[in-house]
C-alpha cells in the first residue's frame, strides 16, 4: 500500500493507517489534552479511567498512541520537527522519556468472543471461570507480544529474552512452573487460550470442560514492572492495560469485569473504553458510585473545549491534504469562509425588497414601530447582506412585541429599544431564516465543518472527504480549487441526505428510527421558524420529562415500562449510533440536571436547522412514541 | 496443485435436475430427510416441489426450520407471504411428516441482544443418531438465512462425516434468481459482527495474530454497508497484517456485471479500503465448486507465500448469491483450522416489488450440489463437474 492517498480523507480512521509513522503523522497532539489534564491533577496513573464516547469518538486512535508501536518509533524520530509536539506531550505525562519509553502499553480488544461464552450450556459459575480465564490467556499473551515489540525483538523468538519472576505466592499458576520465561508463559496462556476457543468453536464439542479455570483476573495482578524483566533489567517503569470497546461484552461479563476491577484496587494503570448507552437502567455505574475512578467523555471533553477541538480538526485536515497525491495540500485554506454576496445580489435585494414590505404591514395597524421604521433610511449605506440581515431582525423583533399579551400604550419604541433587543441570538436566526426563505447557501466555512463534526472525529472526515473531492475536480478541471460557500452548502446537504437515506437500512430500528426523527426535525422546524423566532437561533433537541401524572415517580418508572419499549429502542439505539447526542445541563432550580438529546449536526442540515447548541424542549415520553408510532 | 476434497463434484444445473431425481430415488429403500426455512421468499417450496413433481412417491420428511428474527424485524411486514408459503407447502406435502423446529436469532437476554441464530441452527441436529434412518439429506438453503445455513449445513456435514462407511447422500439446493435476490433488500444491519459459528478459522486467537489476515470478500450490488462493516471487523487489530482480496463473480449470466460492481464500490475499494487492483480476484458465478477450488488455490498461494510468517488465516465473507456461498462454506469446512466465515447479518429484509417477486418466482434455477455419499466412494463418479 502506497504512501500517498488520493484523497486521504476517505481513509475513514487514522488508527486504520497502515503504518506507525502514518498513524503518528496524522494524529494531533491536541488530542491528549485531556490526558495531559489528569496528569496534572494526579489521576492519570494508578488508577482506572473510563474512557466514553460514540463511534468514531476517536477512542481507538487515543489508545494507539500508547501502544509500543507507536511510542518506540516516536522515540526513534524525536529530533524531527513534525512529531516534537507528540513527543514533549507524551514526555509530560510521563510515557515516555529522553533515555528510554517508558511504558507498555498493552492494547486489548473486547471485541472477541467474549460474549458467545454466554451461550454456553454451562453454570453461571463455569461462565465466570471461563471468562475470567479468557481475559487472563489474553492480557497475558498481548502484554508478552507488545513487550517484543517494546524491547523491538522478534516475536515470538523475543519471548526467550523475557523473564516472568513471579514467585507464585498466591498460587495462581497451577500448571506452569514460576518463574519462567515468557515463552513458557505464553505457551501456557496461549494453551489456555485455545482450549476455550475449542469449547466456543466446534461444532461437536467435548463434553467436560477441563480448562485451567480462574475465579481472579490474575494477569492484572502479576504482569507488573516488578515481575517483568528483559535480558535482566527491568522491562519498563509502567504497564498500562487498555481495554477497548468493553460495551461488547456482555452486560453480565462487563458488571463482573468492573466490579473485580473496581473492588480488587490493585494499582494497576487500566483504561476501559466503551460506548456510553443510553436510557439504559445505569445499574453498573451506580453501584460504583463512591469508587474510585475516574471518567473521561471524549465528546464531553470536545464540547467544553470547542477551540482545542477546532485546532485539532485543523491539524487533522492539514495532515491528511499534505499526504494527497493529487496536489492538494491544504485545506481549509480552499473553504471560503464568508457567503458571496455577488452570487446573492439578486437574491439578497429581492429580500430587502421583500421584509421592508412585511415589516410595513406589521406595522400598519400601530404606530409603535414608526421610529424603527424611520431608522430603516439610515441602512442605505449598509451592505445589501447587513440590510437584509438587520431587516429580518426588525421582521422578528416586531413580531415579537405585537405577540405580547401585555397592555401597553402605543408610543412609538425609540431606537434604542430596538438595539437593546437585538441579541446576538436574535442575528442568527435572521440569518437563518433569510437563508432559509431565500435558498441561500447556509452551511459553509471551516467552523461549520467543526460544528457539523459533533464533536466527532470520523463524522468530519466524512464530510471533508466530500470537500476534498470537490477541491480534487476543481484541480482536475483547471477551475481554482476553492470551494464556493455554493459549492460547500450543496456538498454538505448531499451528505446529509445519503446519511438519511442510509438509516432505514443500516440502523437497527431503522424504520421507527426515520419516524421518530422526522417526527423531532418537523417539531424543531415549526419551533424554529415562528415568525417571532422564541428559542433563537432554533431548536433541535429535546429532554424527556415525564407527564404530569407520572412526575411523582423517576424516569426510570416510564423506562422500564413495556408500553414504552419502542421509545426506549430508539432513543438508545439513536444514541448508540450518534444520532442523538446526550448532554447534560444544568438549568432551572438548583442542582437541577437535564439529559437533553440534540439531533447530530448532519441532522441539523437535513432538517434545516441551525448548528447552534442550546435550543430545546421538554417532551413528554407520550408526546415522543407518537412520533414513532406515525 | 493441493488436493481438494471436493475435486472432482457433482453438480446438477437446473435442466438436469428433474431426471437426476428421478433416477437417484427410484432406488428402492431411499429415506430422504428435506430440510428447508419456513420464510417469505417466494423461492421456499420452488426445490420441494420439483423434487416432489418427479418422485411423488418419494418417502421424505421434512425439518421445516422457523426462524424468530425478533419483534422488531421488518421481515414481519411480509407475514402474508410465508402464509401463502405455508399453505402452497402443506398442499405439495400431502399429509407426509413435517417436524417444525423454531429457532431464535437473536438472544434477548442482554440489552442489545446476541445473534445466535448461527448455534441455534447447528444445535438442530445433536447428534448422529438423529438422522442415522436416513440415506439422504438435502438442505435446501432457498429461504434460509446466512446466517443459519452455514453453521446448519456445517454440523450436519460434521455428522455425517463422523461415518466413514455407508456415508449418507447430503446434497444442498438453491433456487437462483438474480431478479429475486436484487429486489429483496436486507436491512439493519447487526454491528456485532462474528464468525459464523463453527467456521471461526482460529482467526481469534490472541496467539496466533501475528499470522496476517486475508480477507476475500465476494461482491454482489448494494452492499455498500455490509461490506464496510466487514472490512472495520477485518482492520479492528491494528497490528495485524491484513491483505483485502475482493472477488468478483465472473464468468456470469450478466458478463457486465463484474464492471458494474467495480464502479459501484470504487471509491470504498480504491479509497477506503487502498486495495492494490491486483488483489482482485474473480470467480464464477454460477458454479459454487468452482469457487471452491479457485478460493482454496488462492489460499493455498498466500499460505505458501506467508509460510516464512507462520502461515496466514484467511476470513470469506460472501455478499453475493447463494449459490456462490456454497463454495465458501466448502472452503471453510476443509479448512477449518485456519479459514473463517465472516458474516454480516441483517436484523430483517424488505421487498422492493411485492407484485413483480411473485411473478419471478418460476424464473429462478435450480442447482443442487452433492456435497457427500456415493459418487465420492467411487472411482469415476457419474455427472462430474
Known amino acids: ?630 | 496443485m493441493n488436493e481438494l476434497r471436493w475435486s472432482p463434484n457433482v453438480l446438477i444445473k437446473d435442466d438436469a435436475v428433474d431426471s437426476f431425481w428421478k433416477e437417484h430415488f427410484r432406488e428402492e429403500g431411499r429415506r430422504l430427510l428435506f430440510v428447508l426455512g419456513k420464510g417469505f421468499d417466494v423461492r421456499m417450496n420452488f426445490a420441494l416441489s420439483r423434487l416432489l413433481d418427479s418422485c411423488p412417491g418419494i418417502n421424505l420428511e421434512c425439518l421445516l426450520i422457523e426462524f424468530d428474527e425478533g419483534a422488531g424485524s421488518s421481515s414481519l411486514n411480509y407475514n402474508s407471504f410465508v402464509t401463502d408459503n405455508i399453505t402452497e407447502y402443506e398442499k405439495i406435502m400431502q399429509g407426509r411428516t413435517t417436524h417444525l423446529k423454531k429457532i431464535k436469532m437473536k438472544n434477548k437476554s442482554g440489552k442489545r441482544g446476541r445473534i445466535v441464530g448461527d448455534r441455534n441452527a447447528a444445535d438442530l441436529i445433536k447428534s448422529h443418531s438423529e438422522i442415522e434412518d436416513f440415506t439422504d439429506i438435502i438442505v435446501d438453503i432457498s429461504s434460509l438465512p446466512r446466517g443459519l445455513y452455514f453453521s446448519l449445513i456445517g454440523k450436519i456435514l460434521k455428522l455425517v462425516d463422523q461415518k466413514q462407511e455407508d456415508q449418507q447422500n447430503l446434497f444442498l439446493t438453491v433456487a437462483e434468481n438474480v431478479k429475486i435476490d436484487s429486489l429483496i433488500q436486507e436491512n439493519e444491519i447487526e454491528e456485532d459482527l462474528t464468525y459464523l459459528h463453527g467456521f471461526g478459522g482460529q482467526i481469534e486467537l490472541e496467539a496466533e495474530k501475528e499470522q496476517p489476515l486475508i480477507w476475500f470478500p465476494i461482491l454482489g450490488e448494494e452492499k455498500i454497508a455490509h461490506i464496510s462493516k466487514g472490512a472495520d471487523k477485518i482492520m479492528e487489530d491494528k497490528a495485524r497484517l491484513y491483505e483485502i482480496c475482493p472477488v468478483l463473480p465472473f464468468p456470469s449470466k450478466d458478463p457486465r456485471r463484474s464492471d458494474a460492481l467495480l464502479i459501484e464500490y470504487h471509491k470504498l475499494l480504491f479509497d477506503s479500503l487502498d486495495i492494490e487492483p491486483q488483489n482482485i480476484m474473480y470467480t464464477t458465478e454460477r458454479d459454487p465448486f468452482q469457487t471452491y477450488i479457485q478460493l482454496s488455490d488462492a489460499i493455498a498461494n498466500y499460505r505458501e507465500s506467508l509460510n516464512v510468517l507462520n502461515g496466514c488465516k484467511i476470513a470469506l465473507s460472501t455478499f453475493s448469491s447463494k449459490l456462490i456461498s456454497i463454495g465458501t462454506l466448502l472452503v471453510a469446512y476443509e479448512k477449518s483450522e485456519f479459514v473463517g466465515i465472516l458474516n454480516v447479518n441483517s436484523g430483517g429484509y424488505d421487498i422492493l416489488d411485492e407484485s413483480k417477486i411473485k411473478n419471478l418466482k418460476q424464473e429462478s434455477e435450480l442447482f443442487v450440489t452433492w456435497l457427500t455419499g456415493s459418487p465420492y466412494h467411487q472411482q469415476s463418479p457419474k455427472n462430474s463437474n
Open chain 1, 1 to 630: 500500500m502506497s504512501d500517498a492517498f488520493r484523497n486521504p480523507f476517505k481513509l475513514r480512521n487514522s488508527e486504520k493507517i497502515d503504518s506507525e509513522i502514518g498513524f503518528l503523522r496524522l494524529f494531533s497532539p491536541l488530542a491528549l489534552e485531556a490526558l495531559v489534564q489528569k496528569h496534572r491533577s494526579g489521576t492519570l496513573w494508578e488508577n482506572v479511567l473510563l474512557i466514553h464516547s460514540s463511534p468514531g469518538g476517536g477512542k481507538t486512535s487515543l489508545l494507539r498512541a500508547f501502544e509500543p508501536g507507536s511510542l518506540t518509533t516516536l522515540w526513534n524520530s524525536k529530533s524531527a520537527s513534525d512529531y516534537r509536539d507528540l513527543f514533549n506531550t507524551l514526555k509530560g505525562i510521563d510515557a515516555i522519556s529522553k533515555s528510554e519509553v517508558k511504558l507498555l502499553g498493552v492494547s486489548l480488544p473486547c471485541t472477541r468472543n467474549y460474549q458467545i461464552l454466554e451461550e454456553l450450556n454451562i453454570s453461571e459459575a463455569q461462565k465466570k471461570r471461563l471468562f475470567f480465564s479468557l481475559l487472563n490467556s489474553r492480557v497475558i499473551l498481548s502484554t508478552l507480544r507488545a513487550a517484543c515489540r517494546l524491547k523491538n525483538r522478534k516475536f515470538p523468538e523475543g519471548l526467550e529474552d523475557i523473564e516472568f519472576r513471579y514467585d507464585n505466592s498466591d498460587n495462581y499458576f497451577k500448571s506452569l512452573e514460576v518463574p519462567c520465561n515468557g515463552k513458557q508463559l505464553f505457551d501456557w496462556a496461549s494453551n489456555i487460550e485455545k482450549d476455550i476457543y475449542k469449547t466456543i468453536d466446534s461444532f461437536i464439542p467435548e463434553t467436560e470442560i477441563s480448562v485451567e479455570g480462574h475465579d481472579e483476573l490474575i494477569s492484572l495482578l502479576v504482569l507488573n514492572p516488578q515481575n517483568l524483566y528483559f535480558r535482566g533489567k527491568p522491562l519498563c517503569s509502567r504497564i498500562l492495560f487498555m481495554f477497548d470497546d468493553a460495551h461488547k461484552l456482555s452486560d453480565s461479563q462487563r458488571l463482573l469485569f468492573k466490579q473485580y476491577i473496581f473492588e480488587k484496587r490493585s494499582g494497576a494503570n487500566i483504561w476501559i473504553s466503551e460506548r456510553l448507552e443510553a436510557l439504559a437502567p445505569d445499574e453498573q455505574l451506580k453501584s460504583f458510585e463512591g469508587r474510585d475512578f475516574e471518567e473521561l467523555n471524549l465528546e464531553n471533553y470536545w464540547n467544553k473545549n470547542q477551540k482545542k477541538l477546532k485546532e485539532v480538526l485543523r491539524n487533522i485536515s492539514d495532515k491528511r491534504a499534505a499526504l494527497s497525491s493529487e496536489e492538494v495540500t491544504s485545506f481549509q485554506e480552499y473553504l471560503i469562509a464568508n457567503l458571496s454576496e455577488t452570487d446573492a445580489n439578486e437574491k439578497l435585494s429581492l429580500a430587502v425588497k421583500e421584509t421592508t414590505d412585511k415589516i410595513h404591514e406589521l406595522s400598519k395597524v400601530t404606530n409603535k414601530f414608526d421610529e424603527w421604521i424611520g431608522a430603516l433610511d439610515d441602512l442605505e449605506n449598509e451592505t445589501l447582506l447587513n440590510r437584509a440581515i438587520r431587516l429580518k431582525e426588525i421582521e422578528i423583533l416586531i413580531h415579537r412585541n405585537l405577540g405580547k399579551n401585555q397592555l401597553s400604550f402605543d408610543f412609538p419604541m425609540p431606537i434604542e429599544e430596538l438595539d437593546k433587543k437585538t441579541g446576538s441570538e436574535v442575528t442568527k436566526a435572521a440569518a437563518l431564516f433569510l437563508s432559509s426563505v431565500h435558498d441561500m447557501p447556509y452551511y459553509f466555512g471551516f467552523e461549520d465543518l467543526v460544528k457539523l463534526s459533533s464533536f466527532n472525529i470520523e463524522q468530519f472526515l466524512s464530510f471533508s472527504s466530500e470537500m476534498f473531492e470537490a477541491m480534487i475536480s476543481n484541480k482536475i478541471k483547471g477551475d481554482q480549487i476553492i470551494l464556493s460557500d455554493r459549492e460547500q452548502h450543496d456538498i454538505i446537504v448531499k451528505v446529509a441526505k445519503h446519511n438519511w437515506k442510509k438509516l432505514r437500512t443500516e440502523i437497527p430500528f431503522g424504520q421507527s428510527i426515520r419516524r421518530f426523527l422526522t417526527g423531532l426535525g418537523e417539531f424543531s422546524k415549526t419551533q424554529t421558524f415562528k415568525p417571532n423566532a422564541p428559542y433563537a437561533p432554533g431548536v433541535n433537541g429535546f429532554a424527556i420529562t415525564p407527564s404530569v401524572q407520572d412526575k411523582l415517580y423517576p424516569e426510570e418508572q416510564w423506562i422500564n415500562n413495556s408500553i414504552y419499549q419502542p421509545l426506549v429502542n430508539v432513543v438508545s439505539t439513536c444514541v448508540a449510533y450518534n444520532l442523538l447526542e446526550r448532554h447534560t445541563l444544568l438549568q432551572g432550580k438548583k442542582g437541577q440536571s437535564h439529559t437533553v438529546y440534540y439531533m447530530n449536526r448532519w441532522l441539523c442540515v437535513f432538517f434545516g436547522l441551525p448548528l447552534s447548541y442550546g435550543g430545546w424542549r421538554h417532551q413528554t415520553p407520550d408526546q415522543l412514541i407518537k412520533w414513532i408510532k406515525k
